[in-house]
């Protein structure tokens, strides 16, 4: 299929795609034209990609981990799911460092707002 018939089957721009293929996520042929050919696997190529994107993998790690699918899902093989957990408790040490910010933000900004009414 032609690039312009799998951003229409997968929702995801054009520009997209070719960046996919840029990173070494996608892969595709030529067509004798010069046209970007992709094979029947490349919906599901590309909607492991976006799950994996939504999920605040980058690139670099999907790429990684794109020849570790098992069967046709979002399924990874057992030799590549320490890699998820280790991503998995970068996010949660991640988010308590946020969650230590905003309740600093909040304690200035209860304690200006104070501040001004005494004034």
Do not use: N, W
Not at 44 to 58: D, E, K, N, Q, S
């Amino acid at each position: 299929m032609k690039i312009g018939e799998l951003s229409r089957e997968t929702g995801v721009a054009i520009r997209l795609l070719r960046y996919y293929e840029a990173q070494g996520l996608l892969t595709s042929r030529r067509s004798e034209g010069g046209h970007r050919l992709y094979g029947p696997e490349s919906p599901a190529t590309v909607a492991r990609i976006r799950t994996l994107l939504a999920a605040g993998l980058p690139t670099k790690v999907i790429r990684d981990l794109m020849p570790c699918f098992a069967g046709e899902g979002i399924e990874l093989q057992a030799c590549v799911l320490d890699h998820i957990r280790a991503q998995l408790a970068d996010l949660d040490s991640r988010i308590t460092d946020l969650t230590r910010a905003r309740t600093a933000l909040g304690d200035i900004l209860e304690t200006s707002t104070r501040a001004l009414a005494r004034t």
